[in-house]
């Protein structure tokens, strides 16, 4: 019979990565504003941006786009055809 080997581990609740839980909040922050800005002038130039960005973001900023945004429409068109192009190959 062999005999396994186990490992304790301890979830604290509190970040190993030893950075301050404020500086993280805070680039967190910066980082969520910076791709509103980044969406924003996608938007203005006609661009598109990327649904899974724009997702998240709706999801942390609580301000979705309207489903008939061209922006969005040409994404999700955009993804669409991709995925039929990927089952027709």
Do not use: N, W
Request: aromatic share 4%.
């Amino acid at each position: 019979m062999s005999e396994l080997d186990f490992q304790r581990v301890s979830i604290s609740g509190e970040g190993i990565s030893g950075i301050p839980q404020q500086c993280l909040q805070d680039v967190s922050s910066s980082l969520v504003q910076a791709l509103l800005l980044r969406e924003k002038y996608c938007r203005l130039a006609m661009h598109s941006f990327p649904p899974t960005t724009a997702k998240y973001l709706c999801q942390v900023h609580d301000k979705c786009p309207e489903p008939t945004d061209p922006i969005m429409l040409e994404t999700t068109e955009e993804s669409s055809m991709a995925k039929l192009a990927q089952t027709i190959a």
